[in-house]
Antibody
Framework: QVQLQQWGAGLLKPSETLSLTCAVY????????WNWIRQTPGRGLEWIGD???????NYNPSLKSRVTISVDSSKNQFSLNLRSVTAADTAVYFC???????????WGEGTTVTVSS | QSALTQPRSLSGTPGQSVTISCTGT?????????VSWYLQHPGEAPKLMIY???KRPSGVPDRFSGSKSGNTASLTISGLQGEDEADYYC?????????FGGGTKLTVL
């Protein structure tokens, strides 16, 4: 059974870079889209971006200028970097496995990230 | 503000049926048969309940069903049970990226 395990810093100061990594266990890494999604009480679920095992990626236009999603296929891992964070980036961040762009069927447990001075 | 519109809250009693609506536009719900629904309990990750408008992943009870008409998708839960109390989110492909609804809090009275 596929499991996603995610980790990264949970407390950041404004202007710092958010970095999270998600590892895929128990399943194929190729053939799927690997996603980052965040959730806030005010904005609900927001798709950040995705990446194939080949490194081809796609980003939410509203975050594109600050986001980089990368992949390490040798380790079955993918990572999120979000630069120049502000309080508005405070959220629970999830990684998830996607089937094309139709649905996401396996999710990580979520990482709470707080941006505060 | 979320791209897809859902009612903020709904309630029902055990055994009842409830339907959650999800309204989008011709560019997302209306253009793609790629609507999915997720259940989320507090403090947990979302769980896929319906995909491709009507399909259920293995293990999801057949009490959960999905449909779509025009720009509006719907999730119906029949034979409501206490464990169904949760937040529900819809999502649709909008071509190059997915969009989500704002979520519906379902209370089982």
């Amino acid at each position: 059974q596929v499991q996603l395990q995610q980790w990264g810093a949970g407390l950041l100061k404004p202007s710092e870079t958010l970095s999270l990594t998600c590892a895929v266990y128990g399943g194929s890494f190729s053939g799927y889209l690997w996603n980052w999604i965040r959730q806030t009480p005010g904005r609900g679920l927001e798709w950040i971006g995705d990446i194939y095992h080949t490194g081809n990626n796609n980003y939410n236009p509203s975050l594109k200028s600050r986001v980089t999603i990368s992949v390490d296929s040798s380790k079955n891992q993918f990572s999120l970097n979000l630069r120049s964070v502000t309080a508005a980036d405070t959220a629970v961040y999830f990684c998830a496995r996607g089937y094309v762009r139709r649905y996401m069927d396996v999710w990580g447990e979520g990482t709470t990230v707080t941006v505060s001075s | 503000q979320s791209a897809l519109t859902q009612p903020r809250s709904l309630s029902g009693t055990p055994g009842q049926s409830v339907t959650i609506s999800c309204t989008g536009t011709r560019s997302d719900v209306g253009d793609y048969n790629y609507v999915s629904w997720y259940l989320q309990h507090p403090g947990e990750a979302p769980k896929l309940m319906i995909y491709d408008v009507t399909k259920r992943p293995s293990g999801v009870p057949d009490r959960f069903s999905g449909s779509k008409s025009g720009n509006t998708a719907s999730l119906t839960i029949s034979g409501l049970q206490g464990e169904d109390e949760a937040d529900y989110y819809c999502s649709s492909s909008a071509g190059s990226y997915p969009v989500f609804g704002g979520g519906t809090k379902l209370t089982v009275l």
